[in-house]
């Protein structure tokens, strides 16, 4: 299963960026897609995750200020980051975990993509 994001780059506080990532492969299911953030010197975050069904959580810091949304028929994540602050920087990383045509279980991420909120 392979993972492409795209978005990212260099806003300014109080801007928006959107993140999208798709996935593709031998995919039979997917059961949540979401996205990560690590800062430097810090651990990896969740950032916010959507189910099969459409439940949606968030890490605490971002909401309020960021919606995930998913494109079932694609394959496809997407996160609006709006009123983005110079905390949010971070190399974001999409994940998804399903299963495969072969009925394997899988885990994939992104190769991750820079956020750099300037003050």
């Known amino acids: 299963v392979q993972l492409v994001e795209s978005g990212g780059g260099l806003v300014q506080a109080g801007g928006s960026l959107r993140l999208s990532c798709a996935a593709s492969?031998?995919?039979?299911?997917?059961?949540?897609m979401g996205w990560y953030r690590q800062a430097p010197g810090k651990q990896r975050e969740l950032v916010a995750s959507i189910g099969s069904v459409g439940n949606a959580i968030y890490g605490g810091s971002v909401k309020g200020r960021f919606t995930i949304s998913r494109d079932y028929a694609k394959n496809t994540v997407s996160l609006q980051m709006n009123s983005l602050k110079p905390e949010d920087t971070a190399v974001y990383y999409c994940?998804?975990?399903?299963?495969?045509?072969?009925?394997?279980?899988?885990?994939?991420w992104g190769q991750g993509t820079q956020v750099t909120v300037s003050s």
């Open positions: 994940n998804v975990v399903g299963r495969t045509t072969n009925w394997a279980e899988f885990a994939s």
């Open positions: 492969g031998s995919i039979f299911s997917i059961n949540a």
